[in-house]
């Protein structure tokens, strides 16, 4: 026979750590229907029949929160053979405010007290008997942490499904009993009589989810409403307080007989750390050194460490095992490098096309002694006075530095150079080489004499969209073990504290500054890292937001504008930053007064959890449930995205065939064809080209990819890619152009995460949309106004720019009120 | 008086909970009920951290007013 036991208690309570030890690595993770709220059940250890369902945590079984809906409509609809209902020990008194619920729905419930050590450490006594025959159902000891007294909780919870029934051993003062019996006979007669007792309390409260469903005619209700005021007039209370106060009073006469306390009165450990972390002037400070190791960690050195590990070596060219070698590598491969520059310099300067042909490693006929002596010859034949103008171009930016060589420096680097075999070294030669994954894959095409578009395809589309996806991975796996710990150990919830009353003031709650620290490096753990803030709301706002903040990837887009246009002005990387906070500052504050966001926001309550270590085990799971769900859940988009993006860069029409497209021939490609016919709408941000349209659809695939893109399209021809890029600007178009890039829609990958977290398509789409518009008004804004300091403006474009400020002004400063209300989100769950 | 007024550190017990139905529903859930013993911990630019029935509750300002010790 199959068994459905749901595990059901208070947030923090232990629960996902009994859970997890129930069940190993028997799980399923998705969501409730319809909600984000995350959904999880397992098959027990040993008993392939019996599934387990973990509940959200919750305090009650009101119908005020999102979690509380899900997790009573389970109850009442699924009707699970058992609930497992996990307590904390040492909070005996709120976590029995949930049992008293629990065991009137007329499912056998078994309560097992968890952190049964902690209270014994403290000296304290449960009398779980007493406990037990108080609740009317069978109690266990636990330490879901220490991992003792779990199988026999699963036995306990079998044994009652398939033998016992629970029935609630407590009753209200004799006016409400009275009205409840009343109900029972006039609305709930029909139910089976061990549920009766639940709805009809239910409906004593007013509970207008539970009157809807169980459909009560009028006369009905006004028949038992007469009971009601009956009961709220003697008790001069409202139903609901009623209720919850006796349930209240009845603990309370339940701990008196059960439950010793050792110390009475005295601050406990997590008082005393919430003292400090908390304390109106440490609080900040702590929390700036907190956030400092995570950053520094997760985003400048470890994590960075691991992105470019997985996007340069394994997806890349390759890499040295444990970094040995690499070091060498580098030394050797930089003074060939320069060498190699001098070289080049005096060869174009002297016009020596014999020595350049000879010294081509490409060119079939290629041979190192005739390559050395052709040097050797040509150095000879060099004055030590003579000079050669050079310009160097930095690989990222494609910056440009002018240099001048003597002939005695080309004398040094033909040595040097010859040195080397007038061969670039071969990473692989130095230490531990691993070759990454294309080049391994290609010599793979290569051995079957694959076709060229298919060899495109493989490599250009699939791997680069896969190394895409997992490129990521490592960073975010980091980050992930930071954000698990601080969630378990209990901290996190403080951030929400400390941080709330300045983040609540635009839209946004104390945990968003989290996604946007971690979203300066990349925007994809910036988002998943999300997933800790509970508000719905607050966490759609934040999804949206974080990518305003300049992401790793922009630096070299933004290092590019700055040198290309302002001539390396030092506040173009500054404002970009600036740029971002002044956008999400301002979203926020929009945002929050639209009626998308409106309605529910929540007034801060929350409980925070005591502080205690976290068990290794449970960090790394939590660190791969969220990994794992962005390979899966986002993993899809960035991969079809990527292909795609290739696919209309490297084909196109030349010489009126259809065919695949060398580097060079990307004019010709159907991206440019794309770019052509959308460039008119750039023409109001003031760069209406082509150019400039398609590297901002390949700045999609990845931010970085937009230097790539202009290098190539405004590479060749005369002058450099910067001066080319200089006389297609001005700086009011060049600097609209950076605005709209940085502010517009994220890379793929960051997209993939949003329709992850988001998990709905018509929020994925509102935020994708925001985000392009935002920067298409941005970048409209600057250009116009920007071109009356260059004389160019036109009136039309100010009158429109002046608009779009008042009414931007407008919506920033009109009048709003925070409501007060706690949700009404959860009114949309049936 | 006001909950958000209690000085830090001292015992004080719930009188009444006010505010909407639904807030106040929550409030009680949590364990603020009349007659429960509470103990400001810490406040920070008025949001404060309160000991109700062994456990730590933040609560913000706008909260802590409607609920009377």
Not at chain 1, 80 to 100: Q, S, V, W
Not at chain 1, 312 to 324: A, P, Q, S
Not at chain 2, 42 to 56: A, E, F, P
Request: charged share 20%; aromatic share 10%; with cysteine.
């Amino acid at each position: 026979m199959k068994i459905k036991i749901a595990l059901a208690g208070n947030p923090n309570c232990g629960k996902t750590t009994l859970f997890n030890a129930l069940t190993g690595s028997n799980q399923f993770v998705g969501n409730w229907p319809g909600v984000t709220v995350e959904k999880k059940e397992g098959k027990l250890k040993k008993h392939d029949d019996v599934v387990i369902t973990d509940l959200p945590g919750i305090y009650s079984l009101s119908p005020y929160t999102l979690e509380e809906v899900v997790a009573r409509n389970y109850l009442i609809q699924e009707r699970p053979e058992a609930i497992l209902n996990i307590i904390d020990g040492t909070n005996l008194e709120r976590n029995l405010y949930l049992t008293t619920q629990l065991v009137e729905l007329g499912i056998p419930v078994v309560v097992a007290v968890n952190m049964m050590d902690v209270v014994n450490k403290n000296g304290d006594k449960i009398d779980t008997n007493a406990l037990g025959k108080a609740l009317g159902c069978k109690v266990v000891e636990i330490s879901a942490l220490k991992g003792t007294g779990i199988e026999e909780a699963a036995e306990a919870a079998i044994h009652a499904a398939q033998n016992t029934k629970t029935i609630p051993q407590h009753s209200f003062s004799g006016v409400v009993e009275h009205a409840i019996a009343h109900i029972e006979e006039v609305a709930v007669h029909t139910l089976p009589e061990e549920q009766q007792r639940f709805f009809a309390i239910k409906i004593f409260e007013r509970d207008e989810k539970i009157i809807e469903q169980l459909g009560l005619t009028q006369d009905n209700r006004k028949h038992i409403e007469t009971d009601i005021e009956a009961a709220e007039k003697e008790l001069d209370d409202d139903a609901e307080s009623i209720i919850t106060n006796e349930r209240y009073v009845y603990i309370a006469s339940i701990i008196k007989q059960c439950y010793k306390k050792k110390n009475n009165g005295g601050l406990t450990v997590s008082d005393k750390i919430d003292k400090v972390v908390t304390n109106r002037i440490l609080a900040l400070p702590i929390f700036a050194v907190v956030m400092f190791i995570v950053y520094y960690i997760s985003v400048t050195t470890v994590g960075t460490v691991a992105t470019d590990w997985a996007n340069d070596g394994v997806f890349g060219d390759g890499w040295h095992l444990f970094g040995i070698g690499a070091g060498e590598y580098e030394d050797v491969s930089g003074e060939f490098g320069d060498a190699a520059n001098v070289i080049d310099a005096f060869v174009t300067a002297e016009g020596a096309d014999d020595v350049a042909d000879a010294i081509d490693t490409e060119s079939d006929t290629f041979d190192a002694s005739a390559a050395a002596s052709a040097l050797d010859t040509f150095a000879a034949s060099v004055s030590d006075d003579a000079t050669a103008d050079y310009t160097l171009v930095d690989e990222e930016t494609l910056a440009e530095e002018d240099v001048t060589y003597t002939g005695a420096e080309l004398k040094e680097a033909v040595a040097t150079y010859t040195s080397y075999g007038c061969e670039e070294p071969d990473p692989a030669d130095y230490g531990v080489w691993v070759p990454g994954l294309p080049g391994i894959i290609e010599s793979g095409l290569d051995a079957v004499n694959c076709a060229d578009w298919l060899k495109g395809l493989i490599l250009d589309g699939i791997v680069a969209g896969v190394g895409a996806v997992l490129g990521f991975v490592p960073q975010m796996l980091v980050l992930f073990i930071f954000l698990a710990f601080l969630e378990s150990c209990g901290y996190m919830a403080r951030i929400a504290f400390v941080m709330d009353r300045i983040f609540r003031k635009f839209g946004l709650s104390g945990k968003s500054f989290i996604p946007i620290l971690i979203g300066t490096g990349c925007g994809v753990p910036g988002i998943m890292a999300s997933r800790t803030i509970e508000n719905e709301r607050d966490r759609r706002m934040t999804i949206m937001t974080t990518t305003f903040i300049p992401c790793g990837a922009k630096l070299p887009f933004i290092a590019m504008i700055a040198g290309a246009i302002f001539g390396g002005a030092p506040w173009v990387a500054p404002s970009a930053y600036f740029l971002g906070i002044v956008a999400i500052i301002c979203s926020g504050i929009i945002l929050k007064k639209t009626k998308m966001f409106a309605g529910d926001p929540a007034p801060f309550v929350m409980e925070l959890p005591a502080y205690h270590w976290p068990t290794v085990s449970n960090v790394l799971r939590s660190m791969w449930e969220r990994g794992w769900s962005f390979i899966k859940k986002a993993g899809t988009i960035i991969l079809l995205s990527t292909i795609i993006v290739w696919f209309t860069t490297y084909f196109g029409v030349v010489d009126g065939a259809f065919r695949m497209l060398t580097e060079d021939e990307i004019s010709n490609s159907i991206l440019a064809t794309i770019g052509n016919a959308i460039a008119w709408i750039f023409a109001p941000l003031g760069w209406g080209n082509w150019q400039a349209a398609v590297a901002s659809i390949t700045g999609l695939v990845a931010k970085e990819n937009i230097v790539g893109t202009l290098g190539i399209l405004y590479g060749g021809g005369d002058g450099t890619v910067y001066s080319n890029m200089a006389s297609h600007f001005t700086v009011v178009s060049g600097y609209a152009f950076l605005a709209f890039n940085l502010l517009c829609a994220p890379c793929f990958a960051a997209i993939g995460a949003i329709k992850r977290e988001m998990n709905n398509a018509k929020w994925t789409w509102f935020a994708i949309g925001y985000q392009c518009g935002f920067a298409y008004l941005v970048a409209f804004v600057i250009n116009q106004l920007g071109s009356i300091a260059l004389g160019t403006a036109n009136v039309f474009g100010i009158i429109v720019s002046i608009v779009l400020i008042v009414l931007f002004i407008f919506l920033l400063v009109r009048p709003y009120k925070e409501s007060t209300t706690l949700s009404n989100r959860a009114v949309k769950v049936k | 008086m006001p909950l958000s007024f209690a000085t830090e550190g001292e015992e004080n017990i719930i009188k009444q909970v006010g505010g909407k139905a639904e807030v106040r529903a929550h409030l009680e859930n949590l364990g603020f009920v009349a007659g429960a013993a509470v103990k400001v911990i810490t406040s920070m630019g008025g949001n404060i951290i309160v000991n109700i029935k062994d456990s730590r509750v933040a609560i913000s300002r706008e909260m802590a007013a409607k609920i009377m010790i």
